[in-house]
């Protein structure tokens, strides 16, 4: 090979170094669940989807790819657009463990498009858009909340936690220190309201938090009824 071959070589060694180091530009994922108890006991309240009212048991609110200084990307594909065919075989599921419960009461394809423009478009490099509704779906199963939280003696009937009684029994439960949420009910009680969970690139493998969320919440929080 001569002197040009030699350079078009490395410059094609040096574009792919670049190419997989970009691969994936994000650090890692938070799946974040929500309990529908705490969504819908605030002022605004909330509509259950048109299946009628889910179950008692947290809900995927979405797979959020960020970065490890807290920051994140949002809606980074405007041409990669949610198409309700590519989720047909989940749809049950989707349904069961991702129910909206904004209102006005729809069957919650606007929620997971919603999502899927504003974070899975972020992780492309890494999943389709069929893969990012089902990972996060296997993930929610894995992580078996609210069994959990009851096996603990953590229970939703209105009563109060301490906040490290929460986070150590589903950090003994998954193995992981998780993130948790809270938002005010109308009397303005601290309530659970979300839990996150970080997730390795994959997608697929729970992960210690590279960073927590700020949850507000205080150090006893309420369980609420749904
Ligand atoms: P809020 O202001 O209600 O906490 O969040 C509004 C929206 O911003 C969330 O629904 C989510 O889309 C996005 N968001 C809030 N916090 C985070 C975060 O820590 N990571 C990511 N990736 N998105 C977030
Ligand atoms: P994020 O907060 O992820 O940016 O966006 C949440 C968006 O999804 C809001 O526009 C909200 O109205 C809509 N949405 C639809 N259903 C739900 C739900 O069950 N929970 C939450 N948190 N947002 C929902």
Same mark, same amino acid.
């Given at each position: 090979? =001569?002197?040009? +071959?030699?350079?078009?070589?490395? /410059?094609?060694?040096?574009?792919?170094?670049?190419?997989?180091?970009?691969?994936?530009? /994000? $650090?890692?994922?938070?799946?974040?669940?929500?309990?529908? +108890?705490?969504?819908?006991?605030?002022?605004?309240?909330?509509?259950?989807?048109?299946s009628g009212k889910p179950e008692a048991d947290f809900g995927i609110h979405g797979l959020w790819p960020n970065y490890k200084d807290g920051s994140w990307p949002s809606n980074c594909d405007p041409d990669s657009q949610f198409g309700r065919s590519q989720i047909e075989d989940l749809l049950s599921r989707m349904k069961k463990?991702?129910?909206?419960?904004?209102?006005?009461?729809?069957? =919650?394809?606007?929620f997971w498009e919603h999502e899927w423009e504003k974070h899975g478009t972020c992780s492309e490099s890494v999943m389709d858009q069929h893969e990012y509704f089902e990972n996060a779906l296997k993930l929610k199963d894995k992580a078996n909340l609210l069994q959990i939280l009851t096996n603990s003696g953590i229970n939703p009937d209105d009563e109060?936690?301490?906040?490290?009684?929460?986070?150590?029994?589903?950090?003994? =439960?998954? =193995?992981?220190?998780? +993130?948790?949420?809270?938002?005010?009910?109308?009397?303005?009680?601290?309530?659970?309201?979300?839990?996150?969970?970080?997730? $390795?690139?994959? +997608?697929?493998? /729970?992960?210690?938090?590279?960073?927590l969320p700020r949850g507000r919440c205080p150090s006893?929080?309420?369980?609420?009824? /749904?």
């Open positions: 090979m =001569g002197v040009k +071959g030699w350079a078009i070589l490395k /410059f094609l060694m040096f574009q792919s170094l670049f190419v997989s180091q970009s691969q994936e530009d /994000f $650090d890692f994922f938070y799946l974040v669940v929500q309990w529908p +108890g705490a969504y819908c006991d605030t002022k605004r309240s909330c509509c259950y989807p048109t463990n991702w129910p909206t419960l904004s209102c006005p009461s729809n069957e =919650g394809f606007n109060f936690y301490d906040l490290n009684k929460i986070t150590n029994a589903i950090k003994d =439960g998954i =193995g992981f220190t998780p +993130g948790l949420e809270c938002n005010k009910d109308p009397e303005r009680n601290a309530q659970l309201y979300q839990i996150y969970i970080c997730v $390795d690139t994959s +997608g697929t493998e /729970f992960i210690e938090c590279p960073v006893k929080l309420q369980f609420a009824k /749904f």
